[in-house]
């Protein structure tokens, strides 16, 4: 018997946004849920083994994944985040002595961070976790068969989203209200 996904849209909701098609709103919707509940997966794990945020996480495995030290810029950017929010995650993690600032060898102005032994240790111990983790939760749910066929539909959906970011968003052709109940009055006044 085929699992229901976990978001769907009432019967009338191409009436009510005419133009729309319950189905695409529908796969749109269970991607995003799907990526949150991995996600959290993840979150929730880093949270519970080293009292560390996504971003910090991530902060850790880009540094560590780059085998050298990295500007705070570079680390922003391959993060996507800005580098005010990047000063205060780095601020956060030198504090719990897991990264160190080092001058820059060629510039007095820049500097170069680092994750420090203890990080190491960490992600060392974390990143293979969480991979188990990626490879339980999909290994449960499909075959390497439909493994290799969601990537395949993935990165038709990443391409077609691509290309949707250079072309003006769409206009909707408007809303149709269905009338809903009349609701008890409040309190005269």
């Not at 902060?59 to 990047?86: H, N």
């Not at 820059?104 to 990080?119: G, S, W, Y």
Request: proline share 7%.
């Amino acid at each position: 018997m085929a699992i229901p996904p976990l978001i769907r849209v009432g019967t009338d909701f191409e009436s009510e946004y005419p133009g729309a098609e319950a189905l695409a709103t529908e796969c749109f919707a269970n991607l995003w849920r799907t990526a949150e509940l991995l996600m959290g997966l993840h979150n929730r794990d880093t949270m519970d083994r080293h009292q560390l945020s996504p971003s910090a996480r991530e902060v850790l495995a880009v540094v560590e994944g780059a085998g050298e030290p990295l500007e705070p810029k570079v680390i922003a950017e391959r993060l996507m985040v800005t580098t005010g929010s990047m000063t205060s995650l780095l601020d956060n993690l030198e504090k719990r002595g897991l990264v160190r600032r080092l001058p820059h060898p060629h510039d007095r102005r820049r500097l170069l961070i680092d994750i420090t032994p203890e990080a190491r240790l960490i992600v060392d111990e974390l990143l293979p976790a969480l991979h188990a983790r990626e490879r339980d939760v999909i290994g449960d749910a499909l075959t390497f068969t439909e493994q290799r066929a969601l990537l395949r539909y993935l990165a038709k959906l990443q391409q077609a989203a691509i290309q949707a970011r250079s072309a003006p968003a769409p206009q909707g052709d408007g809303r149709r209200r269905t009338a809903r109940p009349a609701t008890a009055k409040g309190p005269q006044s």
